[in-house]
């Protein structure tokens, strides 16, 4: 086993920890240290590191764990996501979080935060509101009053005052954290074979489990590896995945795309770890404003995201083009009612633009691909074919 197969393995276990241990062994080295549980997509995560805080991000059970009783807490019709946090929460996987943010990305999430309340889940649970107006003094104002309810949140847990100096050093780490992540997606749009869908994934979802500092050096290492010709090229398409922000598809999903002929050199997974384009200032004596200015101005696009003035499919084409991008396959989680509500206003973009594409929806559980093997692969040879 070569250095790169080493770190990915070590990744993909990191990833799927459902109990992370890495993040409960982090936070037993010191009695000051907290563990602050995150639902996708984005938070500013640097307050929490200034406040001693691991922030971990909960992505959902997947297809690692049966769902039973998660499922007596929701309905049918909405997406698994919740589910399988649920049936985390009261089978103890999250025990030793001291409190939970639960970012504003639909109601599911919204009525999961008052569950985890009801339930005594973590010290504090706080669902996170963003700002709907992009003017600084308005929303950016709201916005930095959000933080400091979460700082607040997190004194009152462990005591420790968040400086300007210790949100500067976070925000200079994150920025690192974030160049990294951009230079392997910059490689892998070159030269796609030298690290496969998947296992950029690993490498990005162990970052949300291990503080900062570990992943960057992670980031590094593969960094290392993949700057070196290594694998085949393959006569593949290039495919840009739009749809799969917050729900995270099985990775049997995303080998499936892989195995149908499709290079994926764009995507919407891990978003919450690219939210923020560009570095922030870490150098100012107001981080908190820089902070909220930063998810204003340097935000990507989401469907989760509101902004009326700079549509989502005009981004999504500039978006393909950019990587040079033959197509696009829209993968939503079933139920997922931003994803497939903006669907057919982005294809629209898509079809004016002369950009190909599909859809189709999963599940985080799904176990069968075959037939999603066979859509990606029919769209796959019909670009080779007549595109």
Same mark, same amino acid.
């Given at each position: 086993?070569?250095?790169?197969?080493? $770190?990915?393995?070590?990744?993909?276990?990191?990833a799927?920890?459902l109990?992370?241990?890495v993040?409960k062994?982090?936070?037993a080295d010191?009695?000051?240290?907290?563990i602050?549980?995150?639902?996708?997509?984005y938070v500013?995560?640097?307050?929490?590191?200034?406040?001693?805080?691991?922030?971990?991000?909960?992505?959902?059970?997947?297809?690692?764990?049966?769902?039973?009783?998660?499922?007596?807490?929701?309905?049918?019709?909405?997406?698994?996501?919740?589910?399988?946090?649920?049936?985390?929460?009261l089978?103890k996987? #999250?025990n030793?979080?001291?409190?939970?943010?639960f970012p504003?990305i639909?109601?599911?999430?919204r009525? $999961?935060s008052?569950?985890?309340?009801?339930?005594?889940?973590?010290?504090?649970?706080?669902?996170f509101?963003?700002?709907q107006?992009?003017?600084?003094k308005?929303g950016?104002?709201?916005?930095?009053?959000?933080?400091?309810?979460?700082?607040?949140?997190?004194f009152?847990?462990?005591?420790v005052?968040?400086?300007?100096?210790?949100?500067?050093?976070?925000?200079?780490?994150?920025?690192?954290?974030?160049? #990294?992540?951009?230079?392997?997606?910059?490689?892998?749009?070159?030269?796609?074979?030298? #690290?496969?869908?998947?296992?950029?994934?690993?490498v990005?979802?162990?970052?949300?489990a291990?503080?900062?500092?570990?992943?960057?050096?992670i980031?590094?290492?593969?960094?290392?590896v993949?700057?070196i010709?290594?694998?085949?090229?393959?006569?593949?398409?290039?495919?840009?995945i739009?749809?799969?922000? *917050?729900?995270?598809?099985?990775?049997?999903?995303?080998?499936?795309i892989?195995m149908?002929?499709?290079?994926?050199?764009?995507?919407?997974?891990?978003?919450?770890?690219?939210?923020?384009?560009?570095?922030?200032?870490?150098t100012?004596a107001?981080?908190?404003?820089?902070?909220a #200015?930063?998810?204003?101005?340097q935000?990507?696009?989401?469907?989760?995201?509101y902004?009326v003035?700079?549509?989502k499919?005009?981004?999504l084409?500039?978006?393909a083009?950019?990587?040079?991008?033959?197509g696009?396959?829209?993968?939503?989680?079933?139920? *997922?009612?931003?994803?497939?509500?903006?669907?057919?206003?982005?294809?629209k973009? *898509?079809?004016?633009a002369?950009?190909?594409?599909?859809?189709?929806?999963?599940?985080?559980?799904?176990?069968?691909f075959?037939?999603?093997k066979e859509?990606?692969?029919?769209?796959?040879d019909s670009?080779?074919?007549?595109?």
């Open positions: 086993m070569d250095k790169l197969d080493q $770190l990915l393995k070590e990744c993909e276990a990191l799927f920890d109990n992370f241990e993040a062994k982090w936070k010191s009695p000051d240290r907290m602050v549980g995150y639902l996708p997509i500013p995560r640097e307050i929490m590191h200034a406040a001693k805080a691991l922030p971990v991000g909960i992505m959902g059970a997947g297809d690692r764990k049966q769902i039973i009783k998660g499922d007596a807490y929701y309905q049918s019709y909405i997406c698994h996501l919740p589910r399988g946090i649920i049936e985390m929460a089978d996987n #999250l030793d979080f001291d409190g939970f943010l504003a639909c109601d599911c999430v009525n $999961l008052g569950m985890f309340k009801l339930s005594k889940k973590g010290n504090f649970q706080r669902y509101d963003y700002p107006n992009f003017d600084p308005i950016g104002t709201f916005y930095k009053q959000e933080m400091e309810k979460i700082i607040d949140d997190m009152k847990v462990n005591g005052k968040v400086t300007v100096d210790a949100i500067n050093k976070a925000i200079g780490l994150y920025n690192i954290n974030r160049r #990294l992540i951009e230079a392997i997606y910059k490689i892998r749009q070159e030269f796609p074979w030298r #690290l496969s869908a998947v296992d950029t994934y690993y990005l979802r162990a970052g949300l291990i503080p900062v500092e570990q992943h960057n050096k980031l590094q290492q593969v960094i290392d993949i700057s010709e290594r694998g085949e090229p393959m006569d593949n398409i290039r495919v840009v739009s749809g799969s922000f *917050c729900e995270q598809p099985p990775i049997g999903m995303i080998k499936s892989e149908a002929g499709c290079y994926i050199v764009e995507d919407d997974l891990m978003l919450g770890s690219r939210w923020i384009q560009g570095d922030i200032d870490d100012t107001n981080p908190l404003e820089t902070l #200015l930063a998810y204003i101005n935000s990507t696009f989401s469907s989760a995201y902004d003035g700079n549509p499919g005009k981004r084409v500039k978006l083009e950019a990587c040079n991008a033959d696009v396959i829209f993968c939503a989680a079933s139920f *997922c009612d931003p994803a497939l509500l903006d669907r057919p206003e982005m294809q973009e *898509c079809d004016a002369g950009l190909a594409h599909i859809n189709f929806q999963f599940h985080e559980n799904t176990g069968q075959k037939v999603i859509q990606a692969g029919t769209f796959s670009i080779k074919l007549w595109a």
